[in-house]
């Protein structure tokens, strides 16, 4: 059992940059893929990034190349979010999510993740 609690979220201007965190308690934290998912109202939930274990495979939605970024410390057995050249769009519910599967790469689809945060919402005014 893995339990997530993400923070950082808030109300931002366009332009401007916000960190989300994922801590995560139980065992096993190193061996979890994670991912941010994040859902706008009247949306659907939709892939954010994820990041491998050992970090060293990210995959990025087409909409965040280049403007967010992805990390985790696993010492500290939490994943963390920073935004940056926020727009509009971004506004909704973060989630983070974490993938105990066999994909070695980590996977966008948001039904294969077997854990989840309760979520933080991110507003970004224009």
């Known amino acids: 059992q893995v339990l997530l609690v993400e923070s950082g979220g808030g109300l931002v201007q366009a332009g401007g940059s916000l960190r989300l965190s994922c801590a995560a308690s139980?065992?096993?934290?190193?061996?979890?893929?994670m991912g941010w998912f994040r859902q706008a109202p009247g949306k659907e939930r939709e892939f954010v990034v994820t990041?491998?274990?050992?970090?060293?495979?990210?995959r990025y939605a087409e909409s965040v190349k280049g403007r967010f970024i992805i990390s985790r410390d696993n010492a500290k057995n939490t994943v963390y979010l920073q935004m940056n050249s926020l727009k509009p769009e971004d506004t909704a519910i973060y989630y983070c999510?974490?993938?105990?599967?066999?994909?070695?790469?980590?996977?966008?689809?948001?039904?294969?993740?077997?854990?989840w945060g309760q979520g933080t919402q991110v507003t970004v005014s224009s």
């Open positions: 999510a974490a993938y105990g599967g066999r994909q070695s790469f980590p996977p966008a689809s948001p039904e294969l993740y077997d854990y």
């Open positions: 139980g065992r096993s934290f190193s061996s979890y893929a």
């Open positions: 990041i491998s274990w050992n970090t060293a495979i990210t």
